[in-house]
């Protein structure tokens, strides 16, 4: 988060915002296959996170598309967790 509020604190009276996606176990063709090779893991992940299951790509993306579409105009310094509440446990 740090990475966030530095360069936030720095350069926002120039108009530059600062925010960063934190994403969590998101559905890819890298973390599947090692989730299946390892059965273990892939109920540890789904017991770990709150919404008991992995994000899709799309979820991600659209949370990134937020940051970057100009309607959060208003919004610095923030780290949005995109991780189904495993960071809340």
């Known amino acids: 988060m740090v990475l966030t509020r530095t360069p936030s604190a720095d350069y926002a009276k120039g108009g530059l915002r600062a925010n960063s996606v934190c994403q969590g176990y998101i559905e890819t063709p890298t973390i599947n296959p090692t989730l299946v090779a390892f059965d273990a893991m892939e109920e540890r ?15 991600l993306a659209d949370y990134a598309m937020y940051l970057c579409g100009g309607k959060d105009l208003y919004v610095t310094a923030i780290a949005l967790f995109v991780d189904g509440g495993h960071s809340q446990r």
């Open 45 to 59: 992940v789904t017991t770990a996170v709150r919404m008991k299951r992995q994000g899709r790509p799309p979820e």
